[in-house]
Each structure stands twice: as C-alpha cells, then as structure tokens.
C-alpha cells in the first residue's frame, strides 16, 4: 500500500517499497503534471546512500521519460536539502528525493517536493495517493534508462557547487575564519560529507570525519541525531578537543549538535540559540514557527522579541507553510529539522551546521553558556520524550480511547486548554504542557511533556504512560 506520512512516503524494501509502487508513484505524478500543465519543467530527481535508492531513482526516471517529461537527475548521493534547493533554482514543478531519512536500515521510500523547494502538503500527497488509485499498473510504460539518456529525456546535473555557494553567500565566513575552529563531523554514514566539509573547511575551519564509509547499515545504529546515537562523536569531541562536534541524519535535513564538553545539545535548544542569535545579534525581526512537540521557550521568547511564535502540526511541511504565510525568521521541530527566511524552505541540516559555527563564532561562548543566558531570562524548559513501539490491533485499541472517547488522564494540574490538532495535547496553567501522538513515520506512539524541572516533566510524562498501561 502506498500511504503518505509526516515526511514522505517510506516503507520496508521489499513489502511495500517495491519497484512497482514507485513507478505507480511516478506515474500518478507524471498525470499531475499534465493536469496541471507543466510538462515544459523538469522534474528533479535525487537519492541517499541508502540499499536500492540510485536504482529507485532510474526505475522512477524511466517512467516520466516514457511519458516524455524531462528529468534533471543528480546521480550521486546528495542531501535532501540539495535536491530541495534544485527544485528552487530550476524553478521546477515538482521534486523527488528517494530516501527514508532516518528510518532504521530496511525502510527506504520517496519525498516529494513542490515549487520553491518544500515538502509537498498533504493536499499534493492526497493528490498522488488519489491519482495512483486510478492507475492501471500494467498500462505503465517506462524508457530503458540508457536509450532515455541518449534522447536527452533523464539528464545528468550537478547542482553541488551551486548549493555550496549558495550556502556561503548567506552565512558570514569572516566571522568564522577569525576564530580557527577545529570541527568534528559525523554525517552518520549518510550524505553530507563532501557539501558540509567544504563549507566549513571554505571558513578555515579544521574539520575531521568520522562514519562516512558507504554503509547501508548506517554501522547497526538508527541514522538519527539523539544523545544515544551520538554517544561515539560526543567521546571523540572530549576526547580530540574538537571546538563542536556536528552531525546531520541519513539525509542531511536533520541536525545534530554536541559541545565541546561533550553535552549533546537537544534540537529544542538549537532552535532556542538561533532564534536568539537571529534576532539578537543579526537583528533580523520576525516570527518562529515551531511544531506542536517543541518547546515553549520559543513562545516565551517571541513574546519578549515582541514577536509571535506560531504553532503547527508536526511535519516539516507544515512548518513551510506558516513560514511562507508569515514571513516568520526560523522554523523547525523538536525531531531536528529547521530552516531559516531566504534559504530552502524544507529543512536543512547542513545549512544549519554551518550557521550554527557562525553563531559559536560570533558570540564567542561555550553552547551551554549561552544556553544558560538564554534560560536565565526566558525561563526553564525541561522535556521529558518516551517511544512506545505497537502493533496495528493496539494502536487502534489506544486511538478509539483517547480519539474517539476522549479519555484522558487527571494530572492534578490546572488546565489551560487541550487541543486535538495532531494527536492530544495539553495545555497546562503553569506553562507546562504535555502532547500524545502517533508517529507518522513508524510504528510509534510518542509521549511529550515540557515542564519547568526535569522531575515533573518525567512525572507528568509518567502519568500518561501509566495511563495507557505502556
Ligand atoms: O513524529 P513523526 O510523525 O514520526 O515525525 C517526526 C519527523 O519525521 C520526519 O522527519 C518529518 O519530515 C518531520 O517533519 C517530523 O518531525
């Protein structure tokens, strides 16, 4: 079954994604594009390091081609972001990265990007998954990928140096030269190496690389930024006494960050530093978006920049959205994804990783300190974040109970509001809030609660979980 989720279309190689699911996919988008008559446009194609994406991505080119629509194909790993940022610069229609983020090493799937460089909305995946109901799959033809190539129909681009370039021209070099940094860099055998070293070897920087040989095991760990997945870079960080130590997930959209003592840094809190570093030392003026899972401190700063901070479900392309409709500044999540006014509007881990060193240069303090200014004055924000894996029967068992009855647990706190938005959240009287959801991209509940001391965030977290005999 081919089903649309938080970030793209992703699935187990050889259940769901299958060779014919994604020419089913690439057909249903090949009809949009006639329907909407944009055929003159290329659409751009690109893919990870994961098992199968370079030859997903020709299967996928082959079927546009026998439909005579133009591919611009990046035919070598890339990131996410750099495809995203093709789409911007062709001004294409319509974008595809073949790739399952950061999903353990069996699942590999399809984003799809739409003009400017973004995730597509639900409208457009409910469009495809729509159109791939009416497709016959033994009426689909494809173009044998060399005869494609020959015809000009799929042609092979590099769009590396432009996004390199185009990262440089909004980041401020100088600045950075200036402090001589060394750099520790774990693109968790995924793709950003090449684009995010350059960039940071471009600013004099002295970066080292650790697990970047092509393994499509991504070395038996979950290619995803968290204090667990990171425990190695943040020993050799200590350990080399690396300035930062920086890592991007299996696509590179996602960032992760740890300090020079070796403190992984949550994404909530990178949002914090750069929100604060944008408006304060940039002085750029503007909103923050952020999704229903991430942290608060952001609304408590926005307040006092006299600014507002947006909410949104979870889903990058969500975030886009309010993005282009309020000219916000930065917008991201607590998973690790972010971007900021006047680059992509998808998520960007290696821009993120390089704004992130231009920060560190300019304010000239360790993360945590400046971490520490900024919770001095807007306030403490401990979360507390626990995964429940189910099966189908039970996650079904716990949506009629919490959905459709609309049960819930009694904290013993007073209650602002509750919100239904994306999955269950709570609002709590004292700031605190709490959110129980279902992950779009695995089999996972997920429950969020944010208060002002570790303990009771832990505590309210705990209270949820008993609730539903996790
Ligand atoms: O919590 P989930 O539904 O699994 O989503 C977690 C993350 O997954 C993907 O990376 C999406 O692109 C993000 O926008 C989302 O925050």
Known sequence: MIKFGTGGFRAIIGEDFTKENLELIAKALSQMIFQDGVSDKPVIIGYDRRFLSDLAAQWISSVFAAEGITVHLIDFNAPTPMIMFQVKEEQAAYGIAVTASHN????????????????????????????????????ISRMDFSKALKAGLIKRINPQNAYIDSILSLINIEAIKDRGLRILLDPMYGVSKTTLQTILMTCRCDVEVIHDRHDTLFGGRLPSPSSDTLAHLSQLVVKGGYDLGIATDGDADRIGLIDANGTFIHPNDILVLLYYYLHEFKGWKGGVVRNIATTHCLDKMAEAFGETCYEVPVGFKHISSKMEE????????????????????????????????????????PLSEILNDIHSKYGNFFMSEADFRMTQERKEELQKLLFEEKNAPDFGLEIEKVSYLDGFKVYFKNGGWIICRFSGTEPVLRIFSEMSTQEEADRINKIFQDFLHL
């Open 104 to 139: 353990p090493a069996e699942y590999n799937g399809v984003k799809v990007f739409t003009s400017g460089g973004r995730d597509a909305t639900e409208k457009v995946t409910d469009r495809i998954e729509n159109e791939i109901a009416k497709i016959n799959k033994n009426e």
């Open 326 to 365: 309020t000219d916000a500044i930065i917008g991201g999540e607590s998973s690790g994804g972010l971007t900021v006014k006047g680059h992509i509007r998808g998520k960007d881990g290696v821009y993120a990783g390089a704004l992130l060193t231009e920060m560190y240069s300019v304010i000239g303090k």
